[in-house]
Antibody, heavy 117, light 110 residues
């Protein structure tokens, strides 16, 4: 069974960079698309962007100027960097594996990142 | 800016049937949007229910079904149970590789 685990700081200062890593177990990162999704507490879900195992990416236009997603296939993990964060970036962040049918098949448990000084 | 709209809330009696919809601020939802549906309870990650408009994910009870109704994607729960009380989100895929979540529907079973 594929499992995804987010890791990274739970607290980030305003204007700094939020960095998270998703480690994949129970399956290879190869041949799949991988996304980051976020959800502010009490609000809805937002797609941040995806990366293919080969490294090609696509980002939500509303976040594109601040987001970088990268992959390290040798370590079976991928990462999210979101720069110039503000309180509006406080959210639960989920990493997700796509299915072949363009759906979000496997989800990590999520990690709360708070932006505060 | 593409907006995907869902009903804010829905109430259903146990055993009842409800249909949630997922529409576009401009245009119609089609099979080419590969609509998928997710159930989320408080404190949990979303659980996949339906993908590719109408295919149930593994382990999902057959009381959940997906379809296109008119110009919207739809999720129907037939014979609602207490454990179906959750938030439900749709996701649409757009040409160019973009995904947009719906606004979510809170379902109450009472």
């Amino acid at each position: 069974q594929v499992q995804l685990q987010e890791s990274g700081p739970g607290l980030v200062k305003p204007s700094e960079t939020l960095s998270l890593t998703c480690t994949v177990s129970g399956g290879s990162i190869s041949s799949y698309y991988w996304s980051w999704i976020r959800q502010p507490p009490g609000e809805g879900l937002e797609w941040i962007g995806y990366i293919y195992y080969s490294g090609s990416t696509n980002y939500n236009p509303s976040l594109k100027s601040r987001v970088t997603i990268s992959v390290d296939a040798s370590k079976n993990r991928f990462s999210l960097n979101l720069n110039s964060v503000t309180a509006a970036d406080t959210a639960f962040y989920y990493c997700v594996r796509h299915s072949q049918w363009r759906s979000l098949e496997y989800w990590g448990r999520g990690t709360l990142v708070t932006v505060s000084s | 800016q593409t907006v995907v709209t869902q009903e804010p809330s829905f109430s259903v009696s146990p055993g009842g049937t409800l249909t949630l919809t997922c529409g576009l601020s401009s245009g119609s939802v089609s099979n080419n949007h590969y609509a998928s549906w997710y159930q989320q309870t408080p404190g949990q990650a979303p659980r996949p229910l339906i993908y590719n408009t109408r295919t149930r994910s593994s382990g999902v009870p057959d009381r959940f079904s997906g379809s296109i109704l008119g110009n919207k994607a739809a999720l129907t729960i037939t014979g609602a149970q207490a454990e179906d009380e959750s938030e439900y989100y749709c996701v649409l895929y757009f040409v160019g590789g973009f995904y947009v979540f719906g606004t979510g529907t809170k379902v109450t079973v009472l």
